[in-house]
């Protein structure tokens, strides 16, 4: 488990740094949309977009690096 938490730490530092602070936010501080809206001045719909948008990114990332 602390293997796979390093891994996603890595890929974290590989994205850019307002899509890893709103992932962070979100999936490390457990923060609700509307929360993390309320604190990056950014509409809720802007944010759950990012969220989207890095999810698909690490996943991406994942696949690229765990190739057979």
Known sequence: AEERAAEVRRLLLDIDE????VLTLR????LGYAEIAA???QPEGTV???VS??????HARWAEDHQP
Do not use: D, E, P, W
């Open 18 to 21: 307002r899509t890893r602070s």
């Open 27 to 30: 999936f490390v501080n457990g």
């Open 39 to 41: 604190i990056s001045g």
């Open 48 to 50: 759950k977009a990012q």
């Open 53 to 58: 948008r890095g999810v698909k990114r690490l």
